[in-house]
Protein backbone atom coordinates (compact mmCIF):
# COMPACT_ATOMS: atom_id res chain seq x y z
CA UNK A 1 0.00 0.00 0.00
CA UNK A 2 1.25 3.26 -1.07
CA UNK A 3 1.37 6.01 1.74
CA UNK A 4 3.86 8.52 0.00
CA UNK A 5 2.64 12.01 -0.53
CA UNK A 6 4.37 14.21 -3.36
CA UNK A 7 6.40 17.20 -2.34
CA UNK A 8 4.36 20.27 -2.05
CA UNK A 9 6.33 22.64 -4.80
CA UNK A 10 6.77 20.01 -7.12
CA UNK A 11 4.38 19.69 -10.48
CA UNK A 12 1.26 17.70 -9.54
CA UNK A 13 0.89 14.19 -10.32
CA UNK A 14 -2.12 14.70 -12.06
CA UNK A 15 -0.94 16.59 -14.26
CA UNK A 16 -2.54 19.86 -14.37
CA UNK A 17 0.86 21.67 -14.47
CA UNK A 18 0.16 23.41 -11.08
CA UNK A 19 2.03 23.01 -7.67
CA UNK A 20 0.56 20.34 -6.03
CA UNK A 21 0.15 22.07 -2.63
CA UNK A 22 -2.26 24.27 -4.95
CA UNK A 23 -3.73 21.20 -6.72
CA UNK A 24 -4.57 17.78 -5.38
CA UNK A 25 -3.42 18.72 -1.68
CA UNK A 26 -6.41 20.93 -1.03
CA UNK A 27 -8.80 18.05 -2.20
CA UNK A 28 -6.58 15.81 0.21
CA UNK A 29 -7.16 18.05 3.25
CA UNK A 30 -10.80 17.50 2.12
CA UNK A 31 -10.94 14.25 2.57
CA UNK A 32 -9.10 14.30 5.79
CA UNK A 33 -11.59 16.56 7.56
CA UNK A 34 -14.56 14.69 6.26
CA UNK A 35 -17.09 12.57 8.61
CA UNK A 36 -16.35 9.13 8.21
CA UNK A 37 -19.70 8.41 7.53
CA UNK A 38 -19.77 10.46 4.71
CA UNK A 39 -16.61 8.35 3.13
CA UNK A 40 -17.88 5.81 3.97
CA UNK A 41 -21.29 6.46 1.44
CA UNK A 42 -18.54 7.55 -1.10
CA UNK A 43 -16.40 4.18 -0.48
CA UNK A 44 -17.33 2.67 -3.62
CA UNK A 45 -15.38 5.28 -6.37
CA UNK A 46 -12.04 4.79 -4.15
CA UNK A 47 -9.83 2.24 -6.24
CA UNK A 48 -9.29 -0.70 -3.59
CA UNK A 49 -5.80 -1.24 -1.79
CA UNK A 50 -6.24 -4.51 -0.76
CA UNK A 51 -8.16 -7.39 -0.06
CA UNK A 52 -7.39 -10.18 2.12
CA UNK A 53 -9.32 -13.38 3.98
CA UNK A 54 -8.10 -15.46 6.94
CA UNK A 55 -5.85 -18.60 5.48
CA UNK A 56 -7.90 -21.68 6.07
CA UNK A 57 -11.06 -19.41 6.36
CA UNK A 58 -13.27 -22.47 4.79
CA UNK A 59 -12.23 -25.82 6.54
CA UNK A 60 -12.66 -23.21 10.11
CA UNK A 61 -16.27 -22.02 8.90
CA UNK A 62 -15.40 -18.49 9.54
CA UNK A 63 -13.77 -15.70 7.43
CA UNK A 64 -12.18 -12.59 8.91
CA UNK A 65 -12.65 -10.35 5.32
CA UNK A 66 -10.68 -6.96 4.89
CA UNK A 67 -11.83 -4.68 2.24
CA UNK A 68 -9.46 -1.85 2.09
CA UNK A 69 -9.92 1.15 -0.39
CA UNK A 70 -7.41 4.25 -0.47
CA UNK A 71 -8.30 7.36 -0.06
CA UNK A 72 -7.02 10.49 -2.23
CA UNK A 73 -5.58 11.59 1.36
CA UNK A 74 -3.14 8.64 1.01
CA UNK A 75 -4.61 6.90 3.92
CA UNK A 76 -7.05 4.35 3.92
CA UNK A 77 -11.08 3.60 4.45
CA UNK A 78 -11.51 -0.20 5.50
CA UNK A 79 -14.57 -2.40 6.04
CA UNK A 80 -14.17 -5.15 8.01
CA UNK A 81 -16.76 -8.22 7.79
CA UNK A 82 -16.85 -11.42 10.15
CA UNK A 83 -18.62 -13.86 8.29
CA UNK A 84 -20.08 -17.11 9.90
CA UNK A 85 -20.19 -19.99 6.18
CA UNK A 86 -21.89 -22.78 8.19
CA UNK A 87 -24.83 -20.30 9.08
CA UNK A 88 -25.56 -16.76 10.59
CA UNK A 89 -23.53 -15.19 7.37
CA UNK A 90 -22.25 -11.56 8.27
CA UNK A 91 -21.76 -12.07 12.49
CA UNK A 92 -20.05 -8.86 13.28
CA UNK A 93 -18.79 -5.89 10.56
CA UNK A 94 -17.34 -2.39 11.03
CA UNK A 95 -15.18 0.18 9.24
CA UNK A 96 -13.23 2.85 9.77
CA UNK A 97 -11.68 5.61 7.57
CA UNK A 98 -8.30 8.09 7.81
CA UNK A 99 -6.36 4.94 8.58
CA UNK A 100 -2.64 5.09 7.91
CA UNK A 101 -1.18 1.86 6.30
CA UNK A 102 0.79 1.44 9.74
CA UNK A 103 -2.69 1.09 10.79
CA UNK A 104 -4.04 -1.17 8.68
CA UNK A 105 -1.24 -3.45 8.99
CA UNK A 106 -1.67 -3.65 13.03
CA UNK A 107 -5.41 -4.53 12.35
CA UNK A 108 -4.17 -7.58 10.04
CA UNK A 109 -1.66 -8.75 12.58
CA UNK A 110 -3.74 -8.23 16.06
CA UNK A 111 -6.27 -10.90 14.28
CA UNK A 112 -3.48 -13.32 15.33
CA UNK A 113 -4.50 -15.04 11.76
CA UNK A 114 -2.13 -15.66 8.51
CA UNK A 115 -4.16 -13.50 5.66
CA UNK A 116 -4.12 -14.23 1.94
CA UNK A 117 -5.20 -12.06 -0.49
CA UNK A 118 -8.69 -12.42 -2.04
CA UNK A 119 -9.54 -11.36 -5.07
CA UNK A 120 -12.47 -8.29 -4.87
CA UNK A 121 -15.49 -10.13 -6.63
CA UNK A 122 -14.78 -13.65 -4.26
CA UNK A 123 -14.58 -11.15 -0.96
CA UNK A 124 -18.03 -10.15 -2.32
CA UNK A 125 -19.01 -13.26 -3.48
CA UNK A 126 -18.22 -14.71 0.27
CA UNK A 127 -19.93 -11.85 2.16
CA UNK A 128 -23.23 -11.20 0.11
CA UNK A 129 -23.27 -15.05 -0.57
CA UNK A 130 -23.05 -15.59 3.06
CA UNK A 131 -25.89 -13.28 4.23
CA UNK A 132 -28.09 -14.92 1.21
CA UNK A 133 -27.73 -18.14 2.57
CA UNK A 134 -28.12 -16.99 6.42
CA UNK A 135 -31.52 -15.01 5.37
CA UNK A 136 -32.85 -18.33 4.08
CA UNK A 137 -32.57 -19.94 7.20
CA UNK A 138 -34.10 -17.03 9.00
CA UNK A 139 -30.96 -14.90 9.95
CA UNK A 140 -29.67 -11.11 9.69
CA UNK A 141 -26.95 -9.97 9.43
CA UNK A 142 -25.24 -8.21 12.38
CA UNK A 143 -26.71 -4.81 12.99
CA UNK A 144 -23.60 -2.77 12.11
CA UNK A 145 -23.98 -4.38 8.83
CA UNK A 146 -26.38 -1.84 7.96
CA UNK A 147 -23.29 0.74 8.40
CA UNK A 148 -20.50 -0.99 7.35
CA UNK A 149 -22.07 -2.82 3.71
CA UNK A 150 -21.00 0.28 1.31
CA UNK A 151 -17.05 -0.85 1.47
CA UNK A 152 -18.68 -3.81 -0.85
CA UNK A 153 -20.82 -2.62 -2.65
CA UNK A 154 -24.09 -4.85 -1.87
CA UNK A 155 -26.41 -2.91 -4.37
CA UNK A 156 -24.22 -4.21 -7.47
CA UNK A 157 -25.22 -8.11 -8.23
CA UNK A 158 -22.47 -10.49 -7.37
CA UNK A 159 -21.87 -14.15 -9.07
CA UNK A 160 -22.36 -16.86 -6.25
CA UNK A 161 -18.88 -18.78 -5.86
CA UNK A 162 -19.50 -20.49 -2.70
CA UNK A 163 -20.80 -23.08 -0.53
CA UNK A 164 -22.37 -22.14 2.29
CA UNK A 165 -23.71 -24.48 5.52
CA UNK A 166 -23.02 -28.38 5.54
CA UNK A 167 -24.26 -30.11 2.42
CA UNK A 168 -26.41 -26.89 1.95
CA UNK A 169 -27.83 -27.28 5.28
CA UNK A 170 -27.39 -24.06 8.39
CA UNK A 171 -25.48 -25.79 10.86
CA UNK A 172 -24.82 -23.33 14.24
CA UNK A 173 -21.89 -24.38 15.93
CA UNK A 174 -21.82 -22.51 19.87
CA UNK A 175 -18.92 -21.10 20.88
CA UNK A 176 -17.44 -20.84 16.70
CA UNK A 177 -16.31 -17.07 16.57
Known amino acids: MNNVKPDPYKPCPCGSGRKYKFCCRA ?3 V ?3 EHPLVLLKKSAQYPLARCVVNDGWQEQGMANVFVVRQ ?3 GKFLCGVYLVDVLCLGVKDA ?3 ANLSATAIDTMLN ?3 MPVVAIDYEDAR ?3 LG ?3 FASRHGYKPHRDWETAMPVVEPDKPFNPKFEFGHQGQ ?3 ISGLG
Do not use: R
Open 27 to 29: LEQ
Open 31 to 33: VSD
Open 71 to 73: LTN
Open 94 to 96: FFN
Open 110 to 112: ATG
Open 125 to 127: SLI
Open 130 to 132: SIE
Open 170 to 172: AIH
